[in-house]
């Protein structure tokens, strides 16, 4: 299984990303991106089937703790892109860690209790062996 971190920045060449997934990977090989789309201004359809891939979450779902989005302040910054070989191993369990992850300590605004960070963590639930019911 192939796991690999991808922050794409403004500019991002994403016919030069297609072309080097296809040269690194197989059909045969499991493949999951943790992609980072902060630094991009306008997604598109394009950078959520970076080289044949699915995304986890749809374009339109929050990561963030962004309330109310701005052109400065998206709200979908971070997802799980995975190949067809992977996707008989996804149980269908998926999430977005929203709570937890604040403390009255740390200013939100002009007040208190905001986040450590504005990012969220993202997950996808596999099975180990796809012919077993062990998850991981």
Request: with cysteine; proline share 4%; hydrophobic share 40%.
């Amino acid at each position: 299984m192939q796991l690999v971190n991808l922050m794409l920045h403004k500019g991002t060449n994403i016919e030069l990303l297609n072309q080097k997934f296809k040269e690194l990977t197989t059909e045969s090989d499991l493949l999951m991106v943790f992609i980072d789309f902060t630094d991009v201004r306008m997604l598109t359809d394009d950078h959520f089937n970076i080289g044949n891939l699915k995304p986890v979450f749809s374009q339109n779902t929050n990561t963030t703790f962004v309330q109310h989005p701005t052109a400065e302040a998206r709200s979908h910054t971070t997802n799980l892109l995975y190949n067809t070989k992977l996707q008989k191993h996804l149980t269908g369990t998926n999430g977005i860690v929203k709570q937890g992850l604040i403390h009255l300590a740390i200013p939100n605004g002009w007040s208190w209790g905001g986040p450590a960070s504005p990012y969220c963590p993202v997950y996808a639930e596999l099975f180990t062996n796809s012919t077993s019911d062990v998850a991981l």
